[in-house]
């Protein structure tokens, strides 16, 4: 146990460093993938078949290829389009569309579960198509969204570890570098595993206490 407290006096502020790229990663591309999502799943849910089969096409390839495969692509592949990113502005457009597919889903599952009856009473008082999403629809879908939101929000923060695989000095490979120049994996990784925990557990409390309550209001 001493060991293992010198351990964390000595490495911890490195792995607070990759700590802190790892929020950055997780918040970035969780703003991207709700945009994008939101984007997808209104397209799903639109009256013009065109759209439709567009978005229902765009959520199928972004869920069939694995989410390292995407990273890759955009950091190494776009240079030689023109396109060149960062490590960071890569990872956090990759994971951004990856998750937009899955994002897409929660909200277009969310929008078909609000009652028809209200929908069709808002086109009954002559309320357009967007009119009728932006005040009646989406208010509702929200309460429906958030829990499983809140489940992606955690799978996020742990599938960021991926964009280690492109350099990102996030907290994954903060420890992966630290551990195999000092041998002491077991002190390391135990602190990466915790600082994890550490982010994790106030999400998955949050994401239980929006259960309930979202279950109490439906009562």
Do not use: H
């Amino acid at each position: 146990m001493t060991k293992f407290l010198a351990d964390a006096r000595e490495f911890l502020p490195i792995l607070l460093q990759g700590l802190w790229l790892t929020i950055v990663v997780t918040f970035g591309s969780l703003v991207l993938s709700t945009l994008l999502g939101m984007v997808w799943a209104l397209m799903r849910v639109c009256r013009v078949r065109f759209l439709q089969l567009m978005s229902q096409g765009i959520v199928n390839a972004i869920r069939g290829i694995p989410i390292i495969v995407q990273l890759f692509y955009i950091y190494f592949v776009m240079p030689e389009l023109g396109v060149t990113l960062t490590a960071l502005q890569a990872s956090i457009i990759g994971l951004g569309i990856a998750y937009s597919a899955y994002q897409a889903e929660n909200f277009r599952a969310g929008i078909e579960a609000i009652d028809k009856g209200q929908i069709e009473a808002s086109e009954s008082l002559g309320m357009g198509w967007a009119l009728m999403m932006r005040r009646v629809v989406l208010p509702q879908a929200v309460k429906i969204i958030l829990p499983p939101y809140g489940n992606i929000m955690i799978m996020m923060l742990k599938d960021s570890s991926q964009a280690s695989t492109i350099t990102v000095a996030e907290l994954t490979l903060k420890g992966q570098l630290i551990a195999s120049s000092t041998f002491k994996y077991t002190s390391v990784l135990t602190m990466v595993a915790v600082l994890y925990l550490v982010m994790s557990v106030p999400l998955i409390l949050f994401v239980g206490w929006l259960e309930r309550r979202m279950g109490e209001a439906r009562r």
